[in-house]
Each structure stands twice: as C-alpha cells, then as structure tokens.
T-cell receptor, first 113, second 114 residues
C-alpha cells in the first residue's frame, strides 16, 4: 500500500515568512497528488491538484511541486498570514486503484502575528 | 451552492445501536465516498461509489453498509455500532469517475459510540 508521510508534523512561524511543507510517498505510480487544508472542526478544502504529468501548480500565494522519481511533493506558502493557520494534508491517488486517496497525517501550521 | 452536505454533525450512540449518516451533493458528481478520520491514523476510505447503483469497498469497510440509489445521495449505515467506530466521518465527491479530479468534502459527522 502507498505510504504517504508529511514532515514536519507541526510548524510555527511568524507572520510574513515563506515556508515549505513536505510530503513524501513510497510508490511513484500515481494519477495525481492533491494538497488540502483542514481548519479545526471542519472538512477538507482542496488547494492544489498536480497531475502525474505535471511538475507544479500555483494558486495565489501557494505553489505545489511534484517529483515522482523521488517520491516527493512540496507546498510552498509565500508571505504567510495568520489566516493560513490550519492543518495541511497531502494525498496521492495510486494507479493500481484510482478510487482511493492515500492521505498523509498532515502538518499543523500556526502563523503568529 | 450547498456542495456536500452531511447530517447529523454530531451523534452519540450506545454500543449495538444502528444509525445512518446522510450525505447529499448538488453538483451532479458521479463519484462519492466515505472516509473516517482518527487521531494518528489519518483519513481512511470506507466505501465509495462511481455512480448510481454502483458501490464498492474501501480500506476499512467492516461494520458499514452503503447504497447509492440516486446520484445525489450516498448514505452510510452502521448496523451495530461499536466503540471502535467512534470517529469523524467525511463524505467526499468528485466530478470524475474516481478521485482523480478535485475532491469536495462535507464538514464531517462526529460520532461517539459509548
């Protein structure tokens, strides 16, 4: 089974910093990799989806990259704001079974004013 | 747009009771799924459906049943609740036949089994 790991598990940064969240996966045979945001007590919101043929996707201050050969994805957040505080999860969709996302356990981000 | 709507948001059950978690989406999505989220375990797929009348098992299906009689609705049934089913349950849908497109999640149903 695809194993997805996110490092660090928690991160605290002052407002304004640029930061990188890491996601690694054990099987490079994936359809895509998705990044989600989860606020406390809420559901998941899709942030970025990178298809297996793509190297990166951008949305506003967010940029996600994908390196299938090394089994890694990064989420870059520019000029962080307190409103970015949330848990960020990555998930890979394996080719062998395109019906389930394999989720990492998330990185809990706190941006302090 | 309502998106994905889950009810109830909170529920407390006694061991052995049965109940149904409701999930409805108004986006005409073919793919719908149920996940459970547990501390230290991440999200795990329970059941999924790729269209009305079609359902299949995910990673942790034991103790749960589903049906898909319409495109809009995908209820999750607990037949005889157990404390191990205490969790937060999320319904998710996608416009693609599988989760290869953007996935839309409901806000979750928090279930406690005593």
């Amino acid at each position: 089974k695809q194993e997805v790991t996110q490092i660090p598990a928690a991160l605290s940064v002052p407002e304004g910093e640029n930061l990188v969240l890491n996601c690694s996966f054990t099987d490079s045979a994936i359809y895509n990799l998705q990044w989600f945001r989860q606020d406390p007590g809420k559901g998941l919101t899709s942030l970025l989806l990178i298809q297996s043929s793509q190297r990166e996707q951008t949305s506003g201050r967010l940029n996600a990259s994908l390196d299938k050969s090394s089994g890694r994805s990064t989420l870059y957040i520019a000029a962080s704001q307190p409103g970015d505080s949330a848990t960020y999860l990555c998930a890979a969709v394996p080719l062998e079974s395109g019906y389930a996302l394999n989720f990492g356990k998330g990185t809990s981000l706190l941006v302090t004013p | 747009n309502a998106g994905v709507t889950q009810t109830p948001k909170f529920q407390v059950l006694k061991t052995g009771q049965s109940m149904t978690l409701q999930c409805a989406q108004d986006m005409n999505h073919e793919y719908m799924s149920w996940y459970r989220q547990d501390p230290g375990m991440g999200l795990r797929l329970i059941h999924y459906s790729v269209g009305a009348g079609i359902t299949d098992q995910g990673e942790v299906p034991n103790g749960y049943n589903v049906s898909r009689s319409t495109t809009e609705d995908f209820p999750l049934r607990l037949l005889s609740a157990a404390p191990s089913q205490t969790s937060v349950y999320f319904c998710a849908s996608s416009y693609t036949p599988g989760p290869t497109g953007e996935l839309f999640f409901g806000e979750g149903s928090r279930l406690t089994v005593l």
